[in-house]
């Protein structure tokens, strides 16, 4: 079975600090991906990688860095958190190239920023 | 315009029956992927079920199967003999293939559904 594990449950950071969210996943996928969840809004997409030390931006990369010097793991980072930054951040790994290409996701990490 | 719409409201089902969770897609590409994951209380998003856009037959597995209409742009997700463990919040994704982005989903707001003993 695919695993992929991120480093916190529940996070609370405060205003103006540097925040790092770690993702790592144990099936060799090629594909790694952060987003974040708000209430109504779904999931939206905030940076993915196709390869190691490759990154492309999503939907709202505003805000956020990204670090993929493993296969395995990918690093979402806030420069500098604010209150806005509050929500469920969801990882999520695929295998890439044809066929279904599945996202599965790790368990979330609820995010407070006071 | 939303690629992935999903407008019903809170859904509640009774035990034991099925219930049909709406989805609707926009998209100008010939190839692409649907998808649903299920979100319990606990946050994890867990794959359900995946239609490609040239499959033949409706997607099936287990309790989950996908009403596919593809001139409609609908792909409905019906689950049989709901169990309380069906609890959840439902997501529909689509995966556009020639977006040059050859992985990247694009998610509804999702559906909330309570099944009642």
């Known amino acids: 079975d695919v695993k992929v594990t991120q480093s916190s449950r529940y996070l609370v950071k405060r205003t103006g600090e540097k925040v790092f969210l770690e993702c790592v996943q144990d099936?060799?996928?090629?594909?790694m991906f952060w987003y974040r969840q708000d209430p109504g809004l779904g999931l939206r997409l905030i940076y993915f990688s196709y390869d190691v030390k490759m990154k492309e931006k999503g939907d709202i990369p505003e805000g956020y860095s990204v670090s993929r010097e493993k296969k395995e793991r990918f690093s979402l980072i806030l420069e500098s958190a604010s209150t806005n930054q509050t929500s469920m951040y969801l990882c999520?790994?695929?295998?890439?190239?044809?066929?279904?290409?599945?996202?599965?996701f790790g368990p979330g990490t609820r995010l407070t920023v006071l | 315009a939303q690629k992935i719409t999903q407008t019903q409201p809170g859904m509640f089902v009774q035990e034991k029956e099925a219930v049909t969770l709406d989805c609707t897609y926009d998209t100008s590409d010939p190839s692409y992927g649907l998808f649903w994951y299920k979100q319990p209380s606990s946050g994890e998003m867990i794959f359900l079920i995946y239609q490609g856009s040239y499959d033949q037959q409706n997607a099936t597995e287990g309790r989950y199967s996908l009403n596919f209409q593809k001139a409609r742009k609908s792909a409905n997700l019906v689950i049989s003999a709901s169990q309380l463990g069906d609890s959840a919040m439902y997501f529909c994704a689509m995966r556009e293939v020639d977006t040059g982005a050859n992985s990247k989903l694009t998610f509804g707001k999702g559906i909330t559904l309570s099944v009642r003993p």
């Open positions: 099936m060799d996928h090629e594909n």
């Open positions: 999520a790994s695929s295998s890439g190239g044809d066929g279904t290409d599945t996202q599965y």
